[in-house]
């Protein structure tokens, strides 16, 4: 762990600061000049040609402190190495430098049963942009609803206390948070409404001096339970919150209609607990060598890559990005595609619901804009193609695809995505491999996502999809706009255990 004030300093640094010893863009590959359709674009794109990205990745962490989370100089040089990647494959490269109130933890959040017996160290998740607290107070629950969506929910009961809020309700996890600490609550523990982890944001808004933390919804239903007997918790964190300047990479095609733009992206920054190499070196290495790869292709239609920052902020550099657009550049985008973890160790091949035909009301999910239910197509008509079987998880907008499907703006969009902190199905075991009952990625949002929590045979076939996606739309987007047959794999039976989605859940 790098000291506070290196911390601090690394927050507020800008992205253009060079330093010396930065790590150094790998060579690029020799490009065929033909790669211009599925099949050799697919025969040029390995796992161990994007490998070598992840390891350049991996040793920008190891020489910053472990991360590369946006706002320090490991996301900083990882701007560098992606620019240098894309320069020489080249694309026409600009950055988008915006400032936001960033967040980093000096450590994981501790929650702790003090009393009764026995006293034991309880697992949880840090919530992001939580404030820094060491607190040990007695236990309750919201005088009103669980899920603390209203003011009125707390009352005198909860002053002083250390608050057991359900997820749930319709609102944020600030909203929770700040509901609890208006009514003079000391700190919150939200606990989940389905199976795994609960990994969320009270957002880049939230400024008040309060704790929070996540924990499962078996844990966080015992912990009710023991509140009549006078349960006394601990809830410690260390965070920092201030502004910090970070930058998105665009890359450009030389070539192509710009009138009609194919555009991919995926996040490049971590969280600050680790490298995030899985999460998500895997979809930005993946991009870095898609480009590369097509190096020598003339497209017909404009191809731009997106490598975002702050994206476990809350999608903030996809978000700037978007409401930065003028309305006659947005219309030129004819998808969007985004890919945010193509590597998991006990991966599904997942596919956004871009239709949202999966998933019933009240999951949190929602159809894309007109043409999305085509781009998920697409995605599970290649897997049937090569013999793969292929799910879908929901287009719920906690991704970067998020800012581009939201109202008013109507992008058609879709993606892959291998899996979080859910829980894998037998069901899914059966037909996918792995271990049931194991969360997707063991190392979600923790020090362990390195360079060795990355699945490459997940991470060839994952690739291989997105390489023919961009490689298709950057000939032919008619697609699009004809009518979908069907909806794929797993339509109409709830769809597969991606209910957790990614990244930083922020409401319900």
Not at 152 to 168: C, H, K, Q
Not at 423 to 428: F, I, N, P, Q, R
Not at 445 to 464: G, P, V, Y
């Amino acid at each position: 762990m790098v000291s506070r004030r290196a911390w601090q300093r690394g927050a507020v640094a800008t992205a253009t600061a060079v330093l010396v010893g930065v790590a150094t863009a790998a060579p690029a590959a020799q490009a065929e000049p033909n790669n211009n359709n599925s099949r050799k674009l697919r025969a040029a794109v390995s796992a161990d040609g994007i490998i070598k990205h992840l390891k350049a990745l991996q040793r920008i962490a190891d020489e910053n402190g472990g991360t590369r989370v946006s706002g320090s100089a490991g996301y900083d040089r990882s701007v560098d190495y992606a620019e240098g990647v894309l320069r020489a494959a080249g694309y026409q490269v600009s950055r988008q430098a915006f400032q936001y109130q960033t967040f980093i933890s000096y450590g994981p959040g501790l929650l702790q049963r003090v009393s009764p017996s026995p006293a034991a160290d309880l697992p949880n998740v840090l919530m992001s942009y939580s404030g820094s607290a060491d607190v040990s107070a007695r236990a309750s629950v919201p005088a009103g609803s669980a899920t603390g969506c209203a003011a009125g929910d707390f009352g005198p009961a909860n002053v002083g206390t250390i608050v057991l809020i359900s997820r749930g309700g319709g609102c944020s996890f600030g909203d929770k948070a700040t509901n609890a600490q208006h009514a003079g609550a000391a700190a919150a523990v939200i606990y989940n409404n389905t199976t795994g982890d609960l990994n969320g944001t009270l957002g880049e808004t939230f400024t008040l001096d309060f704790a929070a933390v996540g924990v499962t919804q078996a844990l966080g239903q015992q912990l009710v339970a023991q509140v009549p007997s006078g349960l006394t918790l601990r809830v410690k964190a260390d965070t920092f919150r201030g502004t910090a300047t970070a930058e998105n990479i665009i890359a450009e095609s030389v070539w192509g209609d710009p009138n009609n733009v194919v555009m991919a992206g995926a996040h490049l920054d971590s969280v600050s607990a680790g490298p995030g190499i899985n999460d998500n070196g895997s979809g930005s290495g993946s991009l870095l060598e898609i480009a590369t790869q097509m190096r020598k292709v003339k497209p017909k239609n404009k191809v731009r890559f997106a490598l975002w920052a702050a994206e476990e902020s809350g999608l903030i550099g996809s978000e700037y990005y978007v409401d930065n657009l003028p309305a006659a550049e947005r219309e030129k985008i004819a998808l969007y595609l985004n890919f945010d973890m193509v590597a998991s160790p006990n991966y599904v091949r997942f596919v956004y619901d871009g239709d949202n035909s999966a998933f019933p009301v009240g999951t949190g999910s929602a159809p894309g804009p007109a043409g999305s239910g085509a781009i998920e197509q697409l995605f599970h008509d290649y897997f049937a193609s090569q013999g793969l079987a292929s799910r879908e998880t929901p287009f719920s907008g906690r991704s970067d695809y998020g800012p581009f499907i939201a109202a008013g703006v109507g992008i058609p969009s879709g993606g892959l995505f291998t899996g979080a902190e859910g829980l894998k199905t037998a069901a899914e075991a059966a037909v996918f491999g792995g271990t049931a009952g194991a969360p997707y990625d063991p190392c979600y949002h923790q020090a362990c996502d390195t360079i060795d929590n990355i699945n490459k045979q997940a991470l060839e076939e994952m690739s291989d999809a997105v390489a023919h996606a961009v490689i298709t739309y950057a000939f032919d987007t008619s697609s699009l706009h004809a009518p979908v047959q069907g909806t794929g794999p797993g339509a109409g039976d709830g769809g597969g255990g991606g209910l957790h989605d990614h990244d930083h859940e922020v409401t319900q």
